[in-house]
Structures are given as structure tokens and as C-alpha cells.
Nanobody, 121 residues
Framework: QVQLVESGGGLVQAGGSLRLSCAAS????????MGWYRQAPGKQRELVAR???????NYADSVKGRFAISRDNAKNTVYLQMNSLKPEDTAVYYC???????????????WGPGTRVTVSA
């Protein structure tokens, strides 16, 4: 069974940095896109950053210049380096991936359980 597991969340002061990791495990044929989303209390889940196989990335306007997404294809892992954190970055961060599993060769878009990031003022 394919699953995603995030790590690296925590409490940090404004201006600080955190690095999130998300590893995909299970029988995976290939992964196309991997991305990070976040959901703050009382708000809808929103895209933070996304990276596709070729390395192209896109970011939410609110994090451009502060966050950087990268991936290690050999480890089926995606990272989110978050710098210059602000209190408004406080949210639960979720990992998502578009992948093909083995042996069914079905296309799936699983989510991780999330990791909490809290930025204090």
C-alpha cells in the first residue's frame, strides 16, 4: 500500500526556518508531481508549492522568495525549505503526490497525514 509520511514540522519564531520532508513508500512505478499544501484553522487547504518530474516548480504568491521545493527521485522524497517564516504561515502542511502504483498500474493521488507548523510572533 502506497503512503506518504511528512516530517519536520514544529514551533519556530518569526523569521526562522524549517525544512519539511515527505517520503512516499510502497510499490511505486513512477511519481509525476509532488506538492505541499497547507490548511490554517478556519481556512481551506491551499497549494504552497509543487514540483513535477522534470523539475519545474510553482509556488503560491505568498511564499515566493521564501520557500523552496525540491525532490530526490531516487528516494521518492520531496522537501520544502521554509525561510523567513511568518505567523501567517502557521498551518498543518500536507504532502500530495501523483503516482502510479504496482502491480495494478493505477494512478493515485494520496495525501500524507500532515505535519503542524507553528510560527510565533
Amino acid at each position: 500500500q502506497v503512503q506518504l509520511v511528512e516530517s519536520g514540522g514544529g514551533l519556530v519564531q518569526a523569521g526562522g526556518s524549517l525544512r519539511l520532508s515527505c517520503a512516499a513508500s510502497g510499490s511505486i512505478v513512477s511519481i509525476s508531481a509532488m506538492g505541499w499544501y497547507r490548511q490554517a484553522p478556519g481556512k481551506q487547504r491551499e497549494l504552497v508549492a509543487r514540483i513535477i518530474t522534470g523539475g519545474s516548480t510553482n509556488y503560491a504568491d505568498s511564499v515566493k522568495g521564501r520557500f523552496a521545493i525540491s525532490r530526490d527521485n531516487a528516494k521518492n522524497t520531496v522537501y520544502l525549505q521554509m525561510n523567513s517564516l511568518k505567523p501567517e504561515d502557521t498551518a498543518v502542511y500536507y504532502c500530495n503526490a501523483g503516482l502510479v502504483e504496482r502491480p495494478s498500474y493505477r494512478y493515485l493521488e494520496p495525501w500524507g497525514p500532515g505535519t503542524r507548523v507553528t510560527v510565533s510572533a
